[in-house]
C-alpha cells in the first residue's frame, strides 16, 4: 500500500498581509520585514518595485493595455520575439506567449502534436516524462508530473504519459551510480520508446534542472546529449520544460544551452517578466514551425490574453536589464559561492544530506541518514515547520516536501534575485542555515 501524505501542518499563524516591496525585502503590515531568499516561487528575478521596469509597464498601459494578438501585432510583442530568438540562439525562433508557467508547458504539448498531425503522424500521441518531476497545474502539465502530492486529486483524467526513473546524480536508479545514472536513464528512455512503439510516442519531456519536485537537480554530466539522439533516432521530439530553470536562474538563458544541446520545444514562464505582469511563452525550432505553417498556417494553440501587450513591455524591460548589468554572468558565478556558504552555514549538520544546484537555483536536502541517504518521515513536516521558522526569521524561502518518492523527503530551495547584493545573499544564506538549525534542534535531531 502507497504511503499516506501526512495530514497539512497546522501550527503556522495566518500568512501575513505584505503591504509593500523594494528590491530584495517585502514588509507586512505590522512593520516585519523580510528578505526574499526564493524570489517567491523562483519569479522575481529582479526584485520587487523595480523602477525601470515599473516605467515601461506604466507607459505601455496609458498607450494600449492589451491588444488581442490575433487583430494586432504591437512594438512591445515584436520586440519581446527578437530579444527571446538572441537568447535562444540556432534556430529556435517561433513562439506563442501565455500568461503562466502551466499554459506555457500545456502550449508546448499542443505544439508537439500539431507538428505530427501536420506531418502525417497522428498516431504519436503519448508523452514521456519522468517521476519526481514538476511541470505545472494544468491537466496536460499535471499529467506530465511525477509529483504524487500535487498529482493525486485529479489521478485518472489526464492525457497518457509514460513515466520513467528520476535522473540523480544524489539518488541514482538502482545499478547506476553518480557517474553512470546519465547513461542508464537515457537508455531506459530508448527501451520506453520500442516498448511502446516509437510511431505512438510524440514527445520526451524533462527539465534540464529539476525544480520543486526534486530540489535543483542538475541532468547529469552526457545525458541531455544522449536524450537529443534519441529523440532525433525515433521522430520523438525533445521539450525542455524551463519554467522555473530558464530565462537565467541557473546562470544562462536557456538552461539546456549548459548542457550543449537545443530542444525541438521550450517553455519558460517564471523570469520572463520577472513576476511584474504575468508572462511565458512556449518556443520551437523553426523545423517545427515550418511543418505546422505549411499545413495549418498557424499554431493552433492561443488564449485571449495571448500576447498580452503591457506583460510584453515588462518582459522587454526586464530582458534589457539582465542584459544590460551582465546579470546572467552574475548568477553563473554565483553558483558555487552559495553552495560554499551554504555548507559552511550547516557545517556539522548531521542531517545536511546535499547541497546541489547552479547559479541562483541551489537546494539543501534534509535527511535522516546521511550513510544511508534515508528522509526523515513525511509526518514530522519538517519542510513545513523550515518554512514557518524561516518565516519567523524574516526570510522567504522555499521548502518542498516528497522529493524522495512523492511523500517522504525534505528540501529547501534559495533562488534569489539576479540583482542581490552580496550581503544580501549572505543574509539570505545565515537565515536559511539558522532556521534549519532550529527546527531540527525543536524536533531532537540535532
Known sequence: MAAKSPEPLKSTAELPRVVRAKGSYLWDATGKAFIDGSGGPAVYCLGHANDEVNAAVAAQMSDIAHAYRYNFTTDALEELTEI????????????????????????????????????????????????????????????????????????????????????????PVVGADAASVGAICAAELEAAILREGPETIAAFVFEPVVGAAGGCVPAPDGYAKLVREICTKYGVLMISDEVMCGAGRTGTWRALAYDGVEPDIMSVAKGLAAGYVPLGAAICTTAVWEVIRTEDGAFGTGHTFTGHTAACAAGVAVQKIIARDGLLAKVAANGDRLKGWMADALAGVDSIGDIRGRGHFICAEVVADRATKAPFDAARQLHLKVRAQAMENGLICYPVGGNVDGVNGDIVILSPPYNCTDAELAEIVDKCATSIRQVLRAEGLA
Open 84 to 171: 527571446i530568438r538572441a537568447e535562444c540562439g540556432s534556430t529556435l525562433r517561433e513562439m506563442v506567449y501565455v500568461t503562466s508557467g502551466s499554459e506555457a508547458v500545456e502550449s508546448c504539448l499542443k505544439i508537439a502534436l500539431q507538428y505530427h498531425t501536420a506531418n502525417g503522424q497522428k498516431s504519436r500521441r503519448k508523452f514521456i516524462s519522468r517521476q519526481r518531476s514538476w511541470h505545472g497545474n494544468t491537466l496536460g502539465a499535471l499529467g506530465l508530473s511525477g509529483f504524487a502530492e500535487r498529482t493525486a486529486a485529479y489521478e485518472g483524467a489526464f492525457i497518457p504519459s509514460i513515466k520513467l526513473s528520476p535522473v540523480n546524480a544524489y539518488r
